[in-house]
């Protein structure tokens, strides 16, 4: 099966949630794809100073007029969209990624590993890894950014199914993107993390982020990378069906040959 993938790497103007939007929908509006990855928070920027910010970027779903936007470009354009935003639910804030289809379905994720400062603005994700139907009815698995740093999530994605991880990502430690060429082998999965670029000051509060945005193949192999500062969209085609052969060799399986007898999780 031939499915075009693809990554979307730019900076954000912090709180300008109309005005990134707006600079989105034109990148996106000439693209050819059947599956594109957006950076995390990619609406809102990142350095929030104060939880009075929040209100003023995030949307609840499913009547925010944004994600609404997103939904309209994935039927124009017939491509499945991953994004991240902050999203309100009722007195809580996620910092969570939709999928919207161009069918019209989509799904959401609530960040389950919170990252540092935001665990001063956001609620940790209240609902377990979860695998979603994308164009073609393709097995995506969500998750973001700080999500790497624990094999489990994409471990429970995989074992769950997913072909591609989708993981929207605002980077500011030094390992993810090395990270997930094991995390894309020792799964037999694709992963596409998409990263936001630029140094965003807020306040007395300053965050450097380190693009290098890239797709990964289901054995390590990088197939993509952005380099740190580009704003660009880039798009690989891959066959996401070599996801569903777990075999190492003839007689080893990335996943039947675990010793769950031996572990402590
Ligand atoms: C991160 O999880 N945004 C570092």
Redesign the pocket.
């Known amino acids: 099966m031939s499915y075009r993938v693809s990554v979307l790497q730019y900076r954000p103007q912090l709180l300008k949630a109309e005005e990134n939007f707006a600079r989105i929908s034109t990148m996106l509006s000439e693209l050819d794809t059947d599956l594109v990855v957006l950076p995390?928070l990619a609406l809102s920027g990142y350095v929030f100073s104060n939880v009075s910010e929040l209100p003023l970027v995030a949307e609840s779903i499913p009547e925010g007029r944004i994600f609404n936007g997103f939904r309209d470009l994935a039927r124009a354009r017939n491509m499945s969209i991953v994004y991240g935003f902050a999203e309100s639910a009722g007195d809580q804030y996620y910092n969570s990624c939709a999928l919207v289809n161009p069918d019209g379905s989509f799904y959401i994720y609530r960040k389950i590993h919170l990252?540092n400062r935001e665990k001063l603005f956001f609620s940790p994700g209240n609902r377990p890894f979860a695998v979603f139907p994308g164009k073609g009815g393709v097995k995506l698995g969500l998750m973001i950014?700080?999500d790497w740093q624990f094999p489990e999530s994409a471990r429970s994605l995989g074992l769950l199914g997913a072909q591609i991880l989708c993981h929207p990502?605002?980077?500011?430690?030094p390992w993810c993107q090395e990270a997930m060429k094991t995390r894309s082998l020792e799964n037999r999965v694709f992963s596409i993390t998409a990263n936001r670029t630029g140094t965003e000051v807020n306040a007395d509060l300053k965050e450097y982020f380190t693009g290098m945005s890239q797709i990964v193949g289901c054995k390590g192999e990088i197939l993509l990378r952005m380099n740190e500062t580009e704003e660009a969209i880039y798009t690989v085609e891959i066959d996401p069906d070599l996801a569903l052969n777990k075999a190492i060799t003839e007689r080893n399986n990335a996943y039947l040959d675990r010793r769950l007898d031996m572990y402590t999780l």
């Open positions: 995390e990252f950014c700080f990502s605002n980077l500011v430690l």
